[in-house]
T-cell receptor, first 118, second 114 residues
């Protein structure tokens, strides 16, 4: 039973390039959440998606960042025209429904993608 | 969600119990206490959660004070693999928009020493 799969594990981009981070949720999970962790900081919520819908993107920067979770395939977090401040670890979590063993939302996190902008 | 306060770091001898405190003095009646940990370079891992009563599972025990303003996570026999950052999070379990968000602070960096 594969967990939440994120790829790539490490991504290096030059300033101005685009970064695409992929997240495949656990089998049977239809809810995906993206979090960002800046160096020496805790994780910060970015966006919550269900299949083909963005439910809450209140934590997403207003520009250059977008996320999708298509009917088929993984969820994608896209960062356009990356800057050095985008260097961080990006974690994806998934959950089966809005109720689970963790209270409302049973989160399972992936191992993250570490983005380095040079 | 209520704010939590944790010591930035702690040491624990291998094989001994690790007691990690968390203050959440502004916790509301419908907010749960959750504990996650993050081992270096990995994603956060759920440990345990509780509302009022003490809880125990295969990983840890959670002791919540009667006034619910603080709690302690107990790892009964710490091993080197328990070295990680431990996050105490309080949030509403069953509500509308926003209840799915986890608000991570800086946590407690636990070092288990041989």
């Amino acid at each position: 039973n594969a967990g939440v799969m994120q790829n790539p594990r490490h991504l290096v981009r030059r300033r101005g390039q685009e970064a695409r981070l992929r997240c495949s949720p656990m089998k049977g999970h239809s809810h995906v959440y993206w979090y960002r962790q800046l160096p020496e900081e805790g994780l910060k919520f970015m966006v919550y998606l269900q299949k083909e819908n963005i439910i809450d993107e209140s934590g997403m920067p207003k520009e250059r960042f977008s996320a999708e979770f298509p009917k088929e395939g993984p969820s994608i977090l896209r960062i356009q025209q990356v800057v050095r401040g985008d260097s961080a670890a990006y974690f994806c979590a998934s959950s089966p429904t809005t109720r689970g063993r963790f209270g409302s939302y049973g989160y399972t996190f992936g191992s993250g993608t570490r983005l380095t902008v040079v | 969600d209520a704010k939590t306060t944790q010591p930035p770091s702690m040491d624990c001898a291998e094989g001994r119990a690790a007691n990690l405190p968390c203050n959440h003095s502004t916790i509301s009646g419908n907010e749960y206490v959750y504990w996650y940990r993050q081992i270096h370079s990995q994603g956060p891992q759920y440990i345990i959660h509780g509302l009022k009563n003490n809880e125990t599972n295969e990983m840890a025990s959670l002791i919540i004070t009667e006034d619910r303003k603080s709690s302690t996570l107990i790892l009964p026999h710490a091993t080197l693999r328990d070295t990680a950052v431990y996050y105490c999070i309080v949030r509403v379990a069953d509500s509308g928009a926003g209840s799915y968000q986890l608000t991570f602070g800086k946590g407690t960096k636990l070092s288990v020493i041989p």
